[in-house]
């Protein structure tokens, strides 16, 4: 496994947690389609979370959220849709959410509905 992937999968599991304290319950992680893909899946009542989770070192540089570019964006829609379909959850009301990890703080900036 690269560095990468370890870090990212290490911003997956802290928001992953983060999302269990605040009473949502992990439907899937790592959801991929040929056209996109979604970090983690989560629901909460009738609400479906699609989360794009970025890690950083720092926030020197950038937020991470600015990573998520409008064609970034449309990959995600289009897979939460294939997800919505295959598993009958097609009347569930969805959030786009983008998970901001700092691995100099372990500080999660959580962004709900950010796009």
């Known amino acids: ?21 605040k009473g949502y319950r992990i439907l899937d992680r790592n959801y991929s389609k040929p056209f996109g893909e979604i970090d983690v899946i989560a629901i909460k009542g009738d609400l479906i979370a699609f989360v794009e ?46 998970s901001e990890v700092y691995l100099d703080t372990r500080k999660i900036n959580y962004i709900e509905n950010a796009f």
């Open 1 to 21: 496994m690269t560095r990468k992937r370890e870090i990212g999968d290490f911003g997956e599991e802290l928001t992953a947690s983060y999302l269990e304290k």
């Open 53 to 98: 989770v970025k890690t950083r070192k720092s926030d020197d540089f950038a937020y991470a959220a600015e990573a998520v570019d409008f064609y970034k964006q449309q990959r995600i829609r289009r897979a939460s849709q294939a997800y919505l379909v295959e598993n009958d959850m097609t009347d569930f009301l969805m959030s786009f959410d983008v």
